[in-house]
């Protein structure tokens, strides 16, 4: 029984993980296309069909490049950095609940790899981690250039992290748990928090924006300033560490949020749906539902990187601690009283 | 296998408090033998999570909230005090240039 | 209320971060050994645009980012004694409410302070 | 409960008024939330009410507050231009001290040990603040840094011996942790370190030896004004706060942890004493001093008896009331020859008669010469000590009392019999109102001392 | 009632209206210090001489402790207490001849000392006691420490951390009695009531004998006083010879005899060769002194361990004796600190060497210094021969070889004694006593008073032996007593 539970918790994190990489994969691909077409170009189209197999192309090629260290550099901490940015996103996805349970071969298998009591916090405490290696892969340059950088996103990242928190305690006010898996569970149908929620919705999208570093909170990274941010000295695979990191915390957030305020997997009609399609396939339908959900946002975060311009540094800060924040609380207070007024405490 | 699993289930007490007693003894070792301000608060830093390690042991074997509460209270005045002790050592080093505490010696110990 | 997490439900997580931690090590480890070596001493300084740089980077940087950290700290703190609240928020009731709307508007009352002082206040 | 509120609440206002640059109102509104506590303080007297099951408003809490709350209000007299020439963050640190005191409140009142962990870490990050108040001076930063790391690495003992309390008696609640004691047939293995690093933190924050060695640095490099805070007020709360729990909670344990303490004691007196002797500079003497009068505070613990918790709060207040007098007198001697040596005391008999004499009051309550206060409080701990016949200890005390003597008389030598600069020094309204105010307190405790000795 | 209470706070009144009257602060001090000597006669002629204590106040003070302000008098007291309103006027009135500094500070602690001694003179209440014990101590600190001589400053610390040293201990000793007190208060009789074992009896006693012989000062406790009786100002050196010195004699016969007799029993044999260690010794280096001053202070040692002797005699004799002598001594050696004072003051050095030859040009000194010196060697007719005479019995009672020793030496004393009057007043002039002037003024006023008492004293010392007569009597019985019932 327990090498079977073990058996298969290492599939479902293989095939999560493996998915997981390829849709990163896959964005950076997608991210050139959006980009194009939004310019009115073509964006990649030699490797494969449309360009189909441009990330593999790419992927080899970070491989194969030539592995610089800076001499004057920290070598442990300028290896750990890209490493540890990489890692934390990836296990981000430990706790998003990809479905409901799925019959197969006679047994229920739930489409997440573990439900804790603590998801919410445990997704905070992740994408909180991943500053960490941006600081460490900045300062380890020792590089003006890319120690500033990574002041500049560690400073962003803390700063919208506290609304973030802040915006998520409304939803917790009527969801009344941190298990991801019942929160989504909460959402059924058409019940999506994003309905009862929508201002803190907002300031949690906004404030993903930043914590992924995404336009138009790119600080860290704009070359106009700061030459290449703080992966200024990275070459081969750790800048492509750095890079997928980025996509992958899109991923996460776009998971996240699609979790929280979209329903997940639910859907309307959902009901039907499952006596229709039976315990196998229902919910295999709502996970592909809910990657839908994920790959809206995936592209809305392109769209917004191609359509809006860069804040300044000022604009930024402003934005996070003047506005944000009094908003959140503000969402905060309105959510706690409607709540008392509506059930009479 | 088995074992691992039964063993991941129940840690015995004993062990919560045998680490949180050489986390402890590390900072405070840390603090009496480390010369760099940082380092030192570091390890005060390390002795507070040994605590905190050891209050969640011994909530969760209470089976009492009140002392993962304590953790809450220990995590926010440590926080605090990281405030307050990192303002301190950079204005030492803006006065200074070091944060070595082998500097402080013009008052006599 | 809500079931309580067992050391058993984390270990999943420890095979996700095992996996993540393997996936991580063995690239780096192969783009180690893939790619050419062919090192120069230009190659190995640090980029700085093309201009020769000029010192230690390691130096103090804006006092600005740094009370931004030291802020975040309080207040993300701060932010945690909400959460246990927020999950016991219907358990709690009217008192817990009054009892945190005092607590945020302690808060917000730091946050005045802070933002009257301006701290934050970016030029 | 209503003190704390009260004094938090003006806290925010004095900030705020600040923040509008309303700085001729800040002595007003902090004099005036004082008198307010004050007068909870005294509204609450005999009610021994729980709040919460967190804190205890007994008479000991409320005692001690009245205490603390006056000795703030007499420092904050003092405070009369002392900021004003340095900064311009004055409601800062006004504010600061009065979070400071009301961290001392929750300490001196506390029932549950959470309520002293926050207490202390409210007063003491409070005052890591103030101890560096002067940024550009060296002496201050350090002082500063090193109470708190001190502070901090305290801080870690003492959270420690709490959690290892915790898990012996599952609870935080100082009377659960008594009946602990009392009903249970054997006592986890975990309750005796438990009780020692708690000990060992507690010292710690109130400077007593072998745990000492930052006091001086930090009393004499921190602003003097704040060093008068920390050595009086804060002091006295810590007493408050290890009475709380070892003569409380932990009274039955007093035969383990007697051992212990009286090492404390003996070196502490010791210590304090002997280098307090080869002090050349008043306030690093005061320093040592105070280390000196933490081993007779603790005196009161080797024997308990039902009257241990008041001779510790006589004491307290008797040593409160005549470090202020000694501090303020500092204050001023040093901003008029900007040294704080001996030398710079002497012939103060003949620059300012009246504070020559306030001072000499005062090192006779810090000697403990009887018709002062300070007197008393010695009596009451040697006569606490005495009720088991501990004869030996009495008088190892009285030998080191003796010690004390001769530097609290080379203050008095050199204010009457040296001559010094002939410069008229003259003090400010506010500071003879303290100095006036604190002499008649010791004068009047040490006369009559009846009307505080039953307040417990 | 009331008048004992008057008796006590009226110098203390004094004191503070004098700290405030600046200029004048010598005429105040003088009126409150001679209506105080008025009071004391006043009272003295209301005290029925009998074993009684009279004028008796007891009122709570410290009422959770068990203190209370109880005090009284009876004959032994009485006569302290007239002995302290006596010479405190004297010892002002022999300041007209300084201009000290800082006048109003100097009589208000002369004053404020007077009440601390007045308390300890009458307190019946040990915290009392001790309370007025270290009241004393504090004003003749600053007395000597402000208006001293040169290197005042170290001399007094060790003056004032030996005293302290002894009253500290004492208190312990007063604190074990408290404990073992099942009333719990301090009150002299419940003191006198208590059973102690003969263990708990030997320390106490040493942790009052300590105080009191420091006080006194008995060899080998006496280092201090040489030093501090020539470093302080006269009437400071007055102060400390004539009556401070009184309080520890006057401790050892109310506070220590009676409350510990087993340990005066087991341990007074070592106090009487103390003392008489401390004449031998004394009178020998007072032999070798060259400075008028310093030999009168050793010569004050000697007799004051006469009295000590005759009082750990324990009888009749030498109790009387003791009693006598305290207040000759007291009246005598206030009249030679005041001579050596007139002629420091107008030469300016008390070395016997330097000096010579006063008689011729100072007459009425001359006559005077000469009754008070024959005073002080005990002279059959003057005050010291009857003290000396009653003590000499006494430790003849307790044993012979003391006496002869103690006897010896004071017959030693008193060649020293008028070797130094000789040299001093009698020869040639020299060019330092060649201007030499005569007494006058409130100098001849003190000097004769003094004279008068030291005569009257001598010749009908009736008065005073029966004053103290009913009270020594009820002490020595009820002390043996309870030495009887212990054993």
Known sequence: MDSAFVIEKFILVAVIFGISLVIAMYSTYAERKVAAYLQDRLGPDRAGPFGILQPLADGLKMFMKEEIIPTSSNRFLFIAGPGLALLCACIGTAVIPWGSPVLIAGKTIPLQVSDINVGVLYIFGVVSLGVYGVMIGGWASNNKYSLLSAIRAASQNISYEIAMGLSIIALLLMTNTLSLKEIVDQQHGWRWNVLYQPLGFLIFMVCSFAETNRAPFDLPECETELIGGYHTEYSSMKLGFYLFAEYINMFVSSAVMAALYWGGYNYPGMDSMAVWLGPTWAPLFGTAVFFGKICAFIFFFMWVRWTIPRFRYDQLMNLGWKGLIPLAIANIIITGVVIAIIEKF | MENLFTQAAGVPLNHYIYLSAIIFSIGVIGVLTRRNAIVIFMSVELMLNAVNLLLTAFSVHNNDPAGQVFVFFIMALAAAEVAVGLAIIVMVYRNTKSVDINVLNRLKW | MQAQSSSIDFLPIIFQVIVALGFVVTTLVATHFLGPKRKTSDKLETFEAGIKSVGNARQPFSIKYFVVAILFVLFDVEVIFMYPWAVNFRTLRMDGMIEMFIFMGTLLLGFIYVIKKKVLDWN | MNIIITISITAFIVLYAGLFKANKALLPLTVV???????????????????????????????????????????????????????????????????????????????????????????????????????????????????????????????????????????????????????????????????????????????????????????????????????????????????????????????????????????????????????????????????????????????????????????????????????????????????????????????????????????????????????????????????????????????????????????????????????????????????????????????????????? | ??????????????????????????????????????????????????????????????????????????????????????????????????????????????????????????????????????????????????????????????????????????????????????????????????????????????????????????????????????????????????????????????????????????????????????????????????????????????????????????????????????????????????????????????????????????????????????????????????????????????????????????????????????????????????????????????????????????????????????????LLEQVNQKLNTVN
């Open chain 5, 1 to 474: 009632m009331e008048q004992l209470l008057l008796l006590i706070f009226l110098p203390l009144v004094g004191a503070i209206i004098t700290a405030f009257s600046g200029k004048s602060a010598k005429i105040v001090s003088t009126v409150f210090s001679v209506v105080s000597l008025g009071l004391a006669l006043v009272i003295a002629c209301n005290f029925i001489p009998n074993a009684s204590t009279q004028f008796e106040v007891n009122l709570p003070w410290i009422a959770d402790l068990g203190i209370n302000f109880h005090a009284g008098i009876d004959g032994i007291s009485m006569l302290v207490v007239l002995l302290t309103n006596l010479l405190v006027p004297i010892i002002i009135l022999s300041s007209y001849n300084h201009e000290y500094k800082n006048p109003a500070a100097f009589y208000a602690l002369i004053l404020f000392m007077q009440c601390g001694l007045l308390l300890v003179f009458t307190a019946l209440d040990a915290f009392l006691f001790y309370i007025g014990w270290e009241a004393a101590l504090i004003p003749i600190y600053f007395i000597c420490a402000i208006w001293g001589g040169k290197d005042r400053i170290r001399i007094n610390m060790k003056f004032f951390v030996y005293t302290i040293a002894g009253s500290l201990f004492m208190l312990m000793g007063i604190i074990y009695l408290y404990l073992q007190n099942p009333a719990h208060n301090f009150d002299i009789q419940a003191f006198y009531a208590l059973n102690l074992d003969s263990a708990q009896q030997g320390w106490i006693f040493w942790a009052f004998f300590i105080a009191f012989a420091i006080k006194m000062p008995i060899f080998p406790f006496h280092t201090w006083q040489p030093d501090t009786y020539t470093a302080a100002p006269t009437q400071g050196t007055m102060l400390l010879s004539g009556i401070m010195l009184k309080m520890g004699i006057y401790g050892v016969i109310r506070w220590l005899l009676p409350i510990v007799p087993a340990g005066v029993h087991d341990w007074g044999q070592v106090a009487i060769v103390l003392s008489i260690i401390g004449i031998v010794y004394a009178s020998l280096i007072a032999f070798t002194q060259k400075d008028a001053k310093r030999l009168v202070a050793y010569s004050s040692i000697a007799h004051v361990g006469l009295i000590s002797a005759g009082i750990f005699a324990f009888n009749q004799q030498g109790m009387q004796g003791a009693m006598v002598q305290m207040l000759s001594h007291g009246i005598n050696v206030v009249g030679l600190f005041f001579v050596l004072d007139i002629i420091f003051s107008r030469v300016k050095t008390n070395k016997i060497e330097e000096l010579g030859g006063i008689a011729k040009v100072a007459p009425h000194l001359a006559l005077t210094f000469l009754i008070i010196v024959l005073g002080t060697v005990a002279l059959p007719g003057t005050n010291g021969f009857i003290g000396e005479f009653l003590l000499l019995m006494g430790v003849y009672n307790y044993g012979i070889w003391a006496s002869a020793i103690a006897g010896l030496t004071i017959i030693f004393g008193a060649v020293y004694m008028l070797r130094m009057y000789q040299n001093v007043m009698l020869g040639e002039t020299n060019s330092l006593t060649i201007t030499f002037t005569d007494i006058k003024g409130t100098e001849k006023l003190v000097l004769y008073t003094i004279c008068a008492l030291i005569i009257v004293l001598g010749i009908y010392p009736k008065p005073v032996l029966h004053l103290t007569e009913a009270s020594v009597q009820h």
């Open chain 4, 33 to 456: 939330g004082l008198l307010t506590a004050l007068g909870f303080t005294f509204c609450a007297w005999n009610g021994n009410a729980v709040h919460f099951g967190m804190m205890q408003t007994d008479n000991f809490a409320l005692a001690f507050s009245g205490i603390c709350i006056i000795g703030t209000l007499l420092i904050f007299l003092l405070t009369q231009n002392y900021f004003h020439a340095k900064s311009d963050n004055i409601a800062e640190y006004y504010t600061l001290i009065l979070f400071a005191l009301a961290g001392m409140i929750m300490m001196v009142s506390y029932k549950n040990m959470a309520m002293l962990f926050v207490g202390l870490e409210i007063m003491s990050v409070s005052l890591y603040i103030l101890a560096g108040i002067r940024k550009k001076d060296f002496a201050s930063n350090e002082a500063s840094l090193k109470y708190f790391l001190m502070g901090a690495f305290s801080t870690g003992f003492l959270l420690f011996g709490i959690t290892l309390i915790y898990g012996a008696t599952g609870s935080f609640d100082l009377d659960r942790i008594q009946a602990y004691l009392v009903n249970s047939q054997v006592i986890s293995p975990i309750f005796y370190p438990g009780v020692i690093l708690m000990m060992i933190g507690l010292s710690f924050k109130i400077g007593a030896a072998p745990f000492h060695f930052w006091t001086p640095d930090v009393y004499e490099g921190a602003p003097t004004l704040i060093t008068t805070f920390m050595s009086t007020v804060v002091k006295t709360a810590g007493f408050a706060a290890f009475l709380r729990l070892f003569a409380g909670a932990l009274a039955p344990l007093h035969d383990f942890w007697v051992a212990p303490l009286m090492v404390i004691v003996c070196l502490t007196l010791f210590i304090g004493n002997v280098t307090a002797l080869f002090q050349k500079n008043f306030k690093r003497m005061l320093a040592y001093s105070s280390i000196s009068h933490a081993g007779y505070l603790l005196f009161s613990l080797i024997v308990l008896t039902k009257n241990s918790e008041n001779n510790v709060l006589v004491y307290a207040a008797a040593y409160t009331f005549a470090s202020i007098i000694a501090f303020a007198v500092l204050i001023l001697v040093k901003q008029k020859t900007g040294s704080d040596s001996f030398e710079s005391f002497n012939g103060l008999a003949k620059r300012n008669p009246l504070v020559a004499l306030c001072l000499t009051v005062a090192m006779l309550s810090l000697a403990g010469i009887p018709l002062t206060a300070g007197f008393i409080g010695k009596y009451l701990m040697f006569l606490n000590v005495m009720t088991e016949y501990k004869t030996l200890l009495v008088a190892f005390a009285i030998l080191n009392a003796l010690v004390g003597f001769y530097y609290y008389f080379r203050v008095i030598v050199a204010v009457w019999f040296k001559d010094g600069a002939e410069t008229e020094l003259s003090a400010p309204v506010q500071y003879k109102v303290v100095l006036l105010v604190s002499v008649a307190i010791t004068l009047i405790l040490g006369i009559y001392p009846a009307i505080i000795l039953n307040l417990i």
